[in-house]
């Protein structure tokens, strides 16, 4: 644990009476309580994610919590930012949880930084901590986390947030797989909408927030078996939970230092670029009536939508293998077959460059990638007109 606590490693009568159900079970009891006062722990983002793991936290005697968020409260965050009230709209969010969770628990020491966690200060900050838990919604602040505790050799969780559907892992604990080992590479900001862009149920933040609180609480307490090399999936609607498997790649280079262009996204989805600085594509374009002759002629590639499911009810074209919207493709690489042609297809052909450039950079062969030039609208102009061109979405 890092050594920065100045509170007494007894706990007190007061503390006795408050965390009695947990001094109740053999794998905590006082010795496992006083492990729990004596950590800290740092949590990115005090919003959905971070609601409940602040409170479940700091309800647990976590000694030291660091939160961080350069936000303020605002009306349309309380469907699921649970820790904050009508009372502390228009307050900065560090403020509204340390207020909060002092009347929650007024023995534990609350950290607040009222800033963006970034390249220039992660190291700073995570180093004063025992482990982070991840609330943020954007891949660049997520890259930062994962290199940055990678450099510092501590473990973090991660947890990710969309519409109905959530995700929980446990990165570079004890050796293990990091972030990177399952996404190599950041991908284009299309990847990730915001709550905001495409908005979320309301409990579902609190569903994989406790989770990432339970999983904390396992690491600090060293019980159980955390969710190191495992990606833990949750669909709300139909409350089917998976766990997917996931090793460390032996071939990946260790992380030793930060750089925006390491946590920057790595591909542009640029119309007109086959390279960049750091990247050549070996990926092909490829018209709709070439396609249409190809397969004819015997071709079978898979062909992979990447649109939304408001756009596939109104038209898909045909022989399409599967859709996956462009946002979910980093969590179901496994989907895509190493030996054969994929074909990636979206409306106008702007998503399906990004995503093709995401799947070449992730590991999978150039050469057997091709963007279809002009989506839908393009086979519709030049295949099948009976092909529905719509407007947008």
């Not at 025992?130 to 450099?151: H, K, P």
């Not at 190809?294 to 062909?303: D, I, M, Q, V, Y």
């Not at 895509?336 to 042609?341: E, I, L």
């Amino acid at each position: 644990m890092v050594p920065r606590r100045t509170m007494s490693a007894k706990l007190s009568d007061a503390e006795r009476d408050r965390y009695m159900r947990h001094l109740m079970l053999p794998q905590v009891g006082e010795k496992g309580q006083i492990r729990l006062k004596e950590s800290s722990i740092l949590v990115v983002g005090a919003g959905g994610l971070g609601s409940p793991v602040l409170l479940y936290l700091a309800s647990a005697g976590i000694g030291c919590i660091g939160i961080i968020d350069d936000d303020v409260v605002e009306i349309s965050n309380l469907q699921r930012q649970i820790i904050h009230s009508s009372l502390s709209i228009g307050d900065p969010k560090v403020d509204s949880v340390s207020n909060r969770l002092k009347e929650l628990n007024p023995e534990i020491i609350i950290e607040t930084y009222d800033c963006r966690l970034n390249v220039d200060n992660a190291l700073e900050i995570i180093s004063k901590f025992d482990l982070v838990v991840d609330g943020t919604d954007n891949f660049a602040t997520r890259y930062t986390i994962s290199d940055t505790c990678e450099i510092l050799d501590k473990p973090w969780i991660f947890g990710s947030i969309h519409r109905f559907d959530g995700q929980v892992s446990v990165f570079n604990h004890r050796g293990g797989p990091n972030y990177r080992d399952l996404f190599p590479q950041a991908p284009p900001p299309e990847f990730a909408p915001n709550c905001a862009e495409a908005g979320v149920l309301g409990v579902l933040p609190g569903l994989v927030g406790s989770i990432q609180a339970n999983e904390a609480l396992k690491i600090i307490l060293d019980i159980g078996e955390p969710l190191s090399g495992k990606l833990l999936t949750i669909d709300a609607l139909s409350m089917q939970i998976r766990s997917l498997s996931f090793f460390k790649d032996q071939k990946r280079q260790k992380i030793t230092e930060l750089s925006e262009e390491a946590i920057s996204c790595a591909v542009t989805g640029n119309q007109d670029g086959k390279g960049s600085a750091n990247f050549e594509y070996r990926y092909e374009d490829i018209l709709p009536t070439e396609f249409k002759s190809r397969t004819s002629a015997g071709w079978k590639p898979f062909f992979l939508d990447v649109r939304t499911e408001i756009e596939e009810n109104i038209v898909s074209l045909p022989n399409t293998s599967i859709r996956i919207p462009i946002e979910k493709i980093p969590s179901n690489l496994e989907l895509f077959p190493r030996d054969r042609d994929i074909v990636v297809y979206c409306k106008l052909g702007e998503r399906s460059i990004s995503v093709v450039q995401f799947l070449e950079k992730s590991g999978l062969n150039g050469e057997n990638l091709y963007n279809l030039v002009g989506g839908v609208h393009l086979w519709s102009d030049t295949v099948d007109s009976s092909i529905t061109k719509y407007g947008s979405y």
